[in-house]
């Protein structure tokens, strides 16, 4: 996988400019497909198997959604945060209009898909990208997206098509996409059962990484920054598999305050967080935590959603 950095910065913006997104590619370089050559191919479980090019997709209704995207990290090390996280407005067809026209049968439980990436990854050679997820989740949720902020998709974030399963983490919003299979069990693959699960807490079977837990993060200022003394804003953005309903942060010793909380709206967007402050010159230790509408709290420390601080240096 390309190197990820571990806090990156991130704009404040509500939309973040797809050149500052992340790009997490597993298998190498990323493909480049001929958008004249592709094909979406529906398979297994279907009354009438499909192999769909792209005016052909482009013909279905076509729908928006604004959503948070989020990296789970290094599939090696859960406990780490990476907070790789955007904000993107995707467009382009849902998965449920594809399946309607292949008519889904009634044995069908789960679906995959497939990217056309084939690579190395984890000592294994010409491995496929491939996820599953449980079929009446994935007919509900999954956005097959063409577009991003309002442009074709770039090839590096999926061009011409990608699976989108908002509020899941991103390894499940599959790019390059060309093939779905629907079948009554899950897939045995790199991807699916091996890497990208994990142990709930309090133990029992692995499961696969996929709702977002609630966490939240600074932008604009980073770790190690200078900022002037005097007034200051802090500023972040949170979000989660469910609505965040407040944010809360604390300056140096000084407690945990609640800090002003955009809501959420019908899309899962991320939510931005400010709260003035005054920072006498010298060094200063900010962090930030979210609750979620379950009454779920970002942990302090030894979990990927784990409080976000920075320190930063007033003059
Ligand atoms: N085909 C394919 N899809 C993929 C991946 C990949 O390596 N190959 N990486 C996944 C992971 S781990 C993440 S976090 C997101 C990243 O999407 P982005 O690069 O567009 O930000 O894509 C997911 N989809
Ligand atoms: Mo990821």
């Known amino acids: 996988m390309q190197a990820a950095p571990i806090d990156p ?4 913006a509500f939309l973040t400019p797809v050149g500052q997104v992340f790009r997490r590619s597993h298998l190498g370089p990323p493909p480049e497909l001929d958008a004249a050559a592709w094909t979406l ?8 198997p499909l192999r769909l090019d792209l005016p052909a997709l482009r013909g ?6 604004t959503a948070f995207h989020e990296c789970f990290g290094n599939p090696s090390r859960p406990d780490e945060p990476t907070r ?5 407005a995707w467009s382009g067809v849902p998965l449920s209009a594809v399946l309607d026209l292949a008519g889904v049968r009634p044995q069908a439980r789960h679906i995959w898909l497939e990217g056309a990436d084939r690579g190395a990854f984890a000592g294994e050679q010409g491995v496929a ?16 997206a063409d577009t991003v902020n309002g442009a074709p998709l770039p090839r590096e974030h999926g061009f011409p098509v990608r699976a989108v399963v908002p509020r899941f983490f991103g390894t499940n919003s599959v790019k390059w996409l060309t ?10 693959h790199l991807f699916t059962t091996r890497l990208y699960t994990r142990v709930p807490p309090g133990g029992g079977a692995p499961r696969p990484v996929r709702e977002v837990e609630v966490n939240s993060r600074l932008v604009g200022a980073r770790d190690g920054d200078a900022v002037p ?7 972040g953005r949170a979000w989660g598999f469910d609505p965040v309903i407040a944010v809360e942060v604390a300056v140096d010793d000084g407690g945990w305050r609640p800090a002003r909380l955009e809501s959420r709206g019908p899309q899962p967007v ?3 967080f400010t709260l003035p402050c005054a920072l006498a010159p010298g060094r200063h230790l900010i962090r930030c935590r979210a609750t979620d509408a379950r009454g779920r709290v970002q942990p302090p420390a030894g979990a990927r959603n784990a409080v976000h601080g920075i320190e930063v240096v007033a003059r």
């Open 9 to 12: 910065n991130i704009p404040d």
């Open 41 to 48: 191919s529906v398979e297994g479980m279907v009354d009438r």
């Open 60 to 65: 279905l209704p076509r729908t928006d959604l």
């Open 84 to 88: 790789a996280v955007a904000n993107l």
């Open 129 to 144: 990208y491939l996820k599953d997820l449980p079929l009446d989740l994935a007919r509900a949720e999954v956005l097959l």
């Open 179 to 188: 093939r779905v299979v629907l079948a009554d069990h899950r897939p045995e």
């Open 229 to 235: 003394a005097g007034p200051f804003q802090v500023t």
């Open 270 to 272: 991320w939510q931005r």
